[in-house]
């Protein structure tokens, strides 16, 4: 103990063992563990570091970013630009060199869940939870194209174990055992904003939280998953959340723009419905695409919020849907830089024990949690595109809790009933109004899939089609 003792003194941060004589030999070699992994040294001065200022600076110099749009996401999108987009797609799918990443590592504290978001039943009628139905996805397009179509999924300490027993007690929802790779991603500890204080969650562990989707890159590289997609050949990676049940997994639109353009990240983005919604902003700012986040932009006056180009086009109209596809030869060389992978200091929400051993849970936020952003990586691409899609058909993500006003489970479930009544109508089914069905993907990803196959006439009840 001594050493640590002395180490975390040289920090300020010796009120880590104020409870070390009252925890057992197991639960010291925890929390030495935890305080190992630390490096006291760059928290100091991520704490000391000047909030992040320049979003203001960003806003003024951003430029709009032109977009491609997927079929009938809008009025500008060419036919025979959507249809040589698709084969490029399929014959990228059909010659094995697209996998999946699945980001599943976040702690879901808006929705309030107490496990793994993943496991969180969506399914309108079936109760499934959104890995399956995002696995399901993927086991139905590999089928559809006659390849095997490899999911690497992050996961965190705090969804883990649970994720991987979830996983296998359910078989992987088909997918084959060595098309699944999973890996856990970094931690950082959180530190209250007032004191500088590293927090404890209880007397013998470490506040830690995992350290953002931008941990992807290193996770993936000291895990050998990025190794192990370069060894399977893969040329592409179709990057999701685990929270959106409507994405169009490896849609082959998407995948072909990406590869007609020679693009190594491509992101896709909605039209915001309204100037501050919670979406990151996708912009060009010094002829670069990125990203500025929601939470310091929303802050922003009128003034900058509602900039208009000299078109009269709104600045700051795509929204970042946090699906992206990346190069895996973009992906290593960004693995190969230290640089491009910033902590950002985010303000949250983090229970903790405080020095007279209680636990206190602010209702405020209270501590620094320290993340990273994968779309960080944007303006380290040589080319990067920006494709549109429709939200009210392929974005739906669960992140409120009951009643918790948007994106909650309630709405994602009323969108899934309302896309899927519409792929069967478009297939020429008559619905009574209002009836809710729901389409397993294992039945059919879409509405040219509804068509192909053969749906029970005269549905009068609450249907779920698997
Ligand atoms: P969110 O930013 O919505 O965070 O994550 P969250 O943890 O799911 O929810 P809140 O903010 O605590 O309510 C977007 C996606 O990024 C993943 C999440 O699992 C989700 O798929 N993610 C987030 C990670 O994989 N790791 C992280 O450290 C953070």
Not at 11 to 38: C, K, M, N, R, Y
Not at 274 to 285: A, I, S, T, Y
Not at 371 to 379: A, H, K, N, T, V
């Amino acid at each position: 103990m001594e050493p640590l003792a002395r180490h975390l003194a040289a920090f300020g941060q010796e009120h880590l063992l104020a409870f070390w004589e009252e925890l057992s030999p197991s639960q010291q070699s925890a929390l030495t563990v935890d305080i190992q992994s630390v490096d006291f040294q760059q928290l100091q001065e991520l704490v000391a570091a000047a909030p992040e200022s320049d979003i203001e600076d960003l806003a003024r110099r951003a430029e709009l970013p032109p977009a491609i749009r997927l079929s009938g996401a809008g009025n500008r999108f060419s036919r025979e630009e959507a249809r040589v987009a698709r084969v490029a797609g399929v014959a990228a799918l059909k010659a094995s060199q697209v996998g999946v990443v699945l980001v599943a590592g976040g702690q879901g504290t808006r929705l309030g869940f107490d496990h793994p978001k993943g496991m969180f039943p969506i399914g309108p009628l079936s109760g499934h939870s959104l890995y399956q139905i995002l696995l399901e996805k993927v086991v139905a397009t590999s089928r559809r194209h006659g390849r095997p179509v490899p999911v690497f999924v992050m996961t965190s300490p705090a969804t883990h174990d649970e994720t991987i027993e979830f996983l296998q007690r359910h078989d992987r929802f088909g997918l084959p055992e060595h098309d699944l790779f999973i890996f856990c991603q970094g931690t950082m500890p959180a530190v209250d904003c007032a004191s500088g204080n590293v927090l404890l969650a209880e007397k013998g562990r470490l506040a830690l939280s995992p350290d953002g989707h931008g941990g992807l890159v290193s996770a993936m590289t000291s895990s050998r998953a990025l190794a192990s997609a370069q060894r399977r050949g893969l040329k592409h990676l179709f990057y999701m959340q685990v929270d959106n049940p409507l994405v169009a997994v490896c849609d082959a639109e998407l995948l072909g723009h990406h590869i007609l353009c020679g693009s190594e990240l491509s992101t896709q983005v909605v039209a915001k419905r309204e100037p501050r919604e919670n979406l990151g902003n996708v912009v060009v700012v010094d002829g670069r695409l990125r990203v500025i986040e929601y939470s310091e932009f929303n802050a922003l006056p009128d003034e900058i919020v509602l900039r208009r180009q000299e078109n009269g086009e709104r600045v700051f109209w795509a929204g970042n849907t946090a699906v992206h596809v990346f190069g895996v030869d973009f992906l290593a060389r960004c693995a190969r830089r230290g640089d491009l992978m910033p902590l950002h200091r985010v303000k949250k929400v983090v229970p903790f024990v405080d020095a007279a051993g209680k636990l206190v849970e602010p209702a405020e936020p209270n501590a620094w949690k320290f993340e990273r952003f994968i779309f960080d990586l944007l303006p380290a691409a040589a080319e990067a595109i920006v494709v549109e899609t429709d939200p009210r058909t392929h974005f739906a993500p669960v992140k409120n809790g009951p009643g918790q006003g948007r994106d909650t489970p309630e709405s994602v479930k009323a969108q899934m009933i309302a896309v899927h009544r519409e792929w069967l109508q478009s297939a020429g089914i008559e619905l009574p109004q209002d009836l809710p069905v729901e389409i397993r993907p294992l039945f059919a990803l879409d509405a040219e899939g509804v068509r192909e196959r053969k749906v029970p006439e005269g549905l009068d009840a609450p249907t779920f089609l698997e």
